[in-house]
T-cell receptor, first 116, second 115 residues
Framework: DAMVIQNPRYQVTQFGKPVTLSCSQTLNHNVMYWYQQKSSQAPKLLFHYYDKDFNNEADTPDNFQSRRPNTSFCFLDIRSPGLGDAAMYLC???????????????FGPGTRLTVL | AQSVTQPDIHITVSEGASLELRCNYSYGATPYLFWYVQSPGQGLQLLLKYFSGDTLVQGIKGFEAEFKRSQSSFNLRKPSVHWSDAAEYFCAVGLNSGGYQKVTFGTGTKLQVIP
């Protein structure tokens, strides 16, 4: 089945120690998104890639970076995690097609990040 | 800017009872509307979506939602709740934004199902 995969499902890191979360997709979608979801809150968009074009949300901290080496993979790098960065990180994909009004996003299972 | 309001933070229903989760949105144009479900520790699963056409939308797991433009609402319903429906439900509105879809989520409604 075509899907969005996130690894690892659970990640523990230390305060200030860089961490990378991984997302891969077999849907061949051209847009990939990263969301942060803190406990009992709605998902919050951090950034997205449209093909190779990176687009940062205005309020995403500089501590968060992303890489998309190819269509299938996208990484979320947290350079110096703080206690406030503990959250579920969700990857999503969609296909944007000119002339088609909308295509929904498909979500991966998420990576729960713990910062000690 | 679009926004989504889910007025009920937490709802408890008995198994077998009917369910309605409320959602109101604010958006100037025709909205693209979604309901997602999230089980504890899991990602988001799309239950149903409304883009256009018939205002009563059928989804997976026996859920349906009705788009009411006059009330700016997109309430989710299920006639008979099962214990496995206990989860958090997010209403969302989407906007096409030049190469991607910007989705705004509501704050979610946690559903508890009691025997």
């Amino acid at each position: 089945d075509a899907m969005v995969i996130q690894n690892p499902r659970y990640q523990v890191t230390q305060f200030g120690k860089p961490v990378t979360l991984s997302c891969s997709q077999t849907l061949n979608h051209n847009v990939m998104y990263w969301y942060q979801q803190k406990s009992s809150q709605a998902p919050k968009l951090l950034f997205h890639y449209y093909d190779k074009d990176f687009n940062n949300e205005a309020d995403t901290p500089d501590n968060f970076q992303s890489r998309r080496p190819n269509t299938s993979f996208c990484f979320l790098d947290i350079r110096s995690p703080g206690l406030g960065d503990a959250a579920m990180y969700l990857c999503a994909t969609s296909r944007w097609t000119r002339g088609r009004p909308y295509n929904e996003q498909f979500f991966g299972p998420g990576t729960r990040l713990t910062v000690l | 800017a679009q926004s989504v309001t889910q007025p009920d933070i937490h709802i408890t229903v008995s198994e077998g009872a009917s369910l309605e989760l409320r959602c109101n949105y604010s958006y100037g144009a025709t909205p693209y509307l979604f309901w997602y479900v999230q089980s504890p520790g899991q990602g988001l699963q799309l239950l149903l979506k409304y883009f256009s056409g018939d205002t009563l939308v059928q989804g997976i797991k026996g859920f349906e939602a009705e788009f009411k433009r006059s009330q700016s609402s997109f309430n989710l319903r299920k006639p008979s709740v099962h214990w496995s429906d206990a989860a958090e439900y997010f209403c969302a509105v989407g906007l096409n934004s030049g190469g991607y879809q910007k989705v705004t989520f509501g704050t979610g409604t946690k559903l508890q199902v009691i025997p």
